[in-house]
Protein backbone atom coordinates (compact mmCIF):
# COMPACT_ATOMS: atom_id res chain seq x y z
CA UNK A 1 0.00 0.00 0.00
CA UNK A 2 3.17 2.27 0.87
CA UNK A 3 4.42 2.03 -2.24
CA UNK A 4 0.94 2.34 -4.03
CA UNK A 5 0.73 5.46 -2.57
CA UNK A 6 4.30 7.17 -3.58
CA UNK A 7 3.41 6.09 -7.20
CA UNK A 8 0.47 8.02 -6.71
CA UNK A 9 1.95 10.78 -5.38
CA UNK A 10 4.87 11.21 -7.63
CA UNK A 11 2.20 10.91 -10.64
CA UNK A 12 -0.12 13.91 -9.18
CA UNK A 13 3.69 15.56 -8.45
CA UNK A 14 4.44 15.08 -12.39
CA UNK A 15 1.22 15.92 -13.72
CA UNK A 16 1.21 19.22 -12.00
CA UNK A 17 4.80 19.93 -12.64
CA UNK A 18 3.84 19.12 -16.30
CA UNK A 19 0.89 21.61 -15.58
CA UNK A 20 3.21 24.68 -14.15
CA UNK A 21 5.47 24.22 -17.31
CA UNK A 22 2.22 24.12 -20.00
CA UNK A 23 0.89 27.20 -18.25
CA UNK A 24 4.31 28.99 -18.18
CA UNK A 25 5.52 28.15 -21.87
CA UNK A 26 1.64 29.21 -23.11
CA UNK A 27 2.14 32.60 -20.70
CA UNK A 28 4.87 33.35 -22.47
CA UNK A 29 3.91 32.44 -25.95
CA UNK A 30 0.59 34.49 -25.39
CA UNK A 31 0.57 38.19 -26.26
CA UNK A 32 -0.72 40.98 -24.48
CA UNK A 33 -3.64 42.94 -25.67
CA UNK A 34 -1.31 45.75 -26.79
CA UNK A 35 0.77 43.60 -28.46
CA UNK A 36 -2.50 41.82 -30.67
CA UNK A 37 -3.78 45.42 -31.91
CA UNK A 38 -0.67 46.61 -32.82
CA UNK A 39 0.23 43.67 -34.82
CA UNK A 40 -3.11 43.55 -35.98
CA UNK A 41 -3.39 47.17 -37.09
CA UNK A 42 -2.84 47.13 -40.54
CA UNK A 43 0.27 48.25 -42.48
CA UNK A 44 -0.90 51.54 -43.15
CA UNK A 45 -0.63 53.94 -40.67
CA UNK A 46 -4.18 56.04 -42.39
CA UNK A 47 -5.94 52.63 -42.11
CA UNK A 48 -4.23 51.71 -38.91
CA UNK A 49 -5.51 55.31 -37.62
CA UNK A 50 -8.94 54.46 -38.16
CA UNK A 51 -9.04 50.44 -37.18
CA UNK A 52 -7.43 51.56 -33.76
CA UNK A 53 -9.91 54.47 -33.05
CA UNK A 54 -12.36 51.92 -33.08
CA UNK A 55 -10.12 49.54 -30.75
CA UNK A 56 -9.15 51.80 -28.61
CA UNK A 57 -12.34 53.91 -27.72
CA UNK A 58 -12.72 54.07 -23.35
CA UNK A 59 -9.04 53.02 -22.94
CA UNK A 60 -8.00 54.88 -19.92
CA UNK A 61 -4.50 56.83 -19.93
CA UNK A 62 -2.89 53.38 -18.69
CA UNK A 63 -3.83 51.60 -21.60
CA UNK A 64 -3.22 54.51 -24.12
CA UNK A 65 0.19 53.91 -22.65
CA UNK A 66 0.72 50.46 -23.04
CA UNK A 67 -0.19 50.55 -26.53
CA UNK A 68 1.51 53.69 -27.71
CA UNK A 69 5.18 51.96 -25.75
CA UNK A 70 3.71 48.79 -27.78
CA UNK A 71 3.58 50.77 -31.27
CA UNK A 72 6.79 52.03 -30.83
CA UNK A 73 8.57 48.98 -30.45
CA UNK A 74 7.36 46.28 -32.84
CA UNK A 75 6.64 49.44 -35.36
CA UNK A 76 9.18 51.64 -37.44
CA UNK A 77 9.61 54.80 -36.92
CA UNK A 78 7.90 56.14 -40.43
CA UNK A 79 4.87 54.58 -39.82
CA UNK A 80 4.68 56.05 -36.34
CA UNK A 81 5.31 59.39 -37.47
CA UNK A 82 2.53 58.90 -40.18
CA UNK A 83 0.18 57.33 -37.32
CA UNK A 84 0.52 60.08 -34.97
CA UNK A 85 -0.06 62.82 -37.72
CA UNK A 86 -3.38 60.52 -38.68
CA UNK A 87 -4.73 60.48 -35.35
CA UNK A 88 -3.94 64.33 -34.94
CA UNK A 89 -5.51 65.42 -38.22
CA UNK A 90 -8.21 63.55 -38.56
CA UNK A 91 -11.28 61.92 -36.59
CA UNK A 92 -12.46 64.22 -33.37
CA UNK A 93 -11.95 61.52 -30.32
CA UNK A 94 -9.77 62.22 -27.54
CA UNK A 95 -8.44 58.49 -27.08
CA UNK A 96 -6.66 58.71 -30.68
CA UNK A 97 -6.12 62.71 -29.80
CA UNK A 98 -4.30 61.67 -26.30
CA UNK A 99 -2.83 57.94 -27.96
CA UNK A 100 -0.62 60.69 -30.66
CA UNK A 101 0.84 62.33 -28.03
CA UNK A 102 1.82 58.96 -26.14
CA UNK A 103 3.17 57.50 -29.23
CA UNK A 104 5.41 60.75 -29.42
CA UNK A 105 6.44 60.94 -26.46
CA UNK A 106 7.32 57.21 -26.65
CA UNK A 107 9.27 58.18 -29.69
CA UNK A 108 11.46 60.17 -28.19
CA UNK A 109 12.02 58.11 -24.90
CA UNK A 110 12.95 55.23 -26.77
CA UNK A 111 14.30 55.90 -30.30
CA UNK A 112 15.19 59.61 -29.47
CA UNK A 113 13.35 60.92 -32.80
CA UNK A 114 13.58 64.23 -33.35
CA UNK A 115 10.18 64.49 -35.45
CA UNK A 116 8.32 62.65 -32.25
CA UNK A 117 10.36 64.13 -30.16
CA UNK A 118 8.96 67.76 -31.05
CA UNK A 119 5.64 66.82 -31.64
CA UNK A 120 5.45 65.35 -27.95
CA UNK A 121 6.81 68.63 -26.51
CA UNK A 122 4.95 70.87 -28.51
CA UNK A 123 1.57 69.15 -27.11
CA UNK A 124 2.76 69.20 -24.09
CA UNK A 125 3.27 72.46 -24.34
CA UNK A 126 0.09 73.61 -25.75
CA UNK A 127 -2.39 70.87 -23.11
CA UNK A 128 -4.20 70.68 -26.27
CA UNK A 129 -4.54 66.57 -26.38
CA UNK A 130 -3.27 65.58 -22.86
CA UNK A 131 -2.69 67.81 -19.93
CA UNK A 132 -0.58 71.06 -20.16
CA UNK A 133 2.80 70.29 -18.53
CA UNK A 134 5.51 72.36 -18.73
CA UNK A 135 7.95 70.36 -16.96
CA UNK A 136 7.62 67.48 -19.22
CA UNK A 137 7.97 69.62 -22.94
CA UNK A 138 11.23 71.54 -20.91
CA UNK A 139 12.83 68.01 -20.78
CA UNK A 140 12.36 66.91 -24.04
CA UNK A 141 12.71 70.71 -25.52
CA UNK A 142 15.98 70.44 -23.77
CA UNK A 143 17.38 67.05 -24.57
CA UNK A 144 20.43 66.38 -26.50
CA UNK A 145 17.57 65.60 -29.48
CA UNK A 146 16.04 68.92 -29.62
CA UNK A 147 18.48 71.37 -27.99
CA UNK A 148 20.02 72.83 -31.33
CA UNK A 149 16.30 72.24 -33.35
CA UNK A 150 15.57 76.55 -34.64
CA UNK A 151 11.48 75.38 -33.79
CA UNK A 152 12.27 73.90 -30.35
CA UNK A 153 13.79 76.88 -29.11
CA UNK A 154 11.28 78.61 -30.32
CA UNK A 155 8.73 76.74 -28.28
CA UNK A 156 10.95 76.48 -24.82
CA UNK A 157 11.35 80.04 -25.52
CA UNK A 158 7.66 80.13 -25.58
CA UNK A 159 7.17 78.29 -22.25
CA UNK A 160 9.97 80.90 -20.64
CA UNK A 161 7.52 83.50 -21.34
CA UNK A 162 4.44 82.25 -20.00
CA UNK A 163 3.68 83.62 -16.77
CA UNK A 164 1.76 80.35 -15.65
CA UNK A 165 4.99 78.43 -15.78
CA UNK A 166 6.85 78.73 -12.10
CA UNK A 167 9.78 78.48 -14.01
CA UNK A 168 9.67 81.00 -16.12
CA UNK A 169 12.86 83.51 -17.08
CA UNK A 170 12.41 86.05 -19.85
CA UNK A 171 16.27 86.43 -20.48
CA UNK A 172 16.47 83.12 -21.23
CA UNK A 173 13.65 82.91 -23.33
CA UNK A 174 14.68 85.90 -25.26
CA UNK A 175 18.28 84.53 -26.52
CA UNK A 176 16.41 81.83 -27.48
CA UNK A 177 14.31 83.76 -29.42
CA UNK A 178 17.23 85.66 -30.54
CA UNK A 179 18.73 81.57 -32.10
CA UNK A 180 15.56 80.41 -34.06
CA UNK A 181 15.08 84.16 -35.12
CA UNK A 182 18.36 84.00 -36.87
CA UNK A 183 17.65 80.57 -37.97
CA UNK A 184 14.93 81.73 -39.48
CA UNK A 185 11.87 81.24 -37.75
CA UNK A 186 9.30 83.55 -38.86
CA UNK A 187 7.38 83.23 -35.38
CA UNK A 188 10.73 83.78 -33.34
CA UNK A 189 11.38 86.77 -35.18
CA UNK A 190 7.55 88.26 -34.96
CA UNK A 191 7.65 87.40 -30.59
CA UNK A 192 10.83 89.29 -30.91
CA UNK A 193 8.93 92.38 -32.40
CA UNK A 194 6.45 91.64 -30.03
CA UNK A 195 8.47 91.84 -26.91
CA UNK A 196 10.10 95.05 -28.01
Known amino acids: ?14 L ?7 LGEWRLNKKNIWD ?3 QDAPEKPGLAAIFLREEIAGFSDAQLSNLARSI ?6 EFSQKLTNAFIYSGK ?28 ALEYKMGRFIQK ?4 ATTILTSPV ?13 ILLDNSNPNNDPVAARQLL ?7 IEAAKKKLKELM
Request: net charge positive.
Open 133 to 136: NYEK
Open 72 to 77: IETRDI
Open 1 to 14: MTKRSNLFVIAVAG
Open 146 to 158: LAQVPISKFYLAE
Open 16 to 22: VIALIVT
Open 178 to 184: NESAASG
Open 36 to 38: ELT
Open 93 to 120: DKESKKLAVLIAEQGFVRKNDLVLANRA
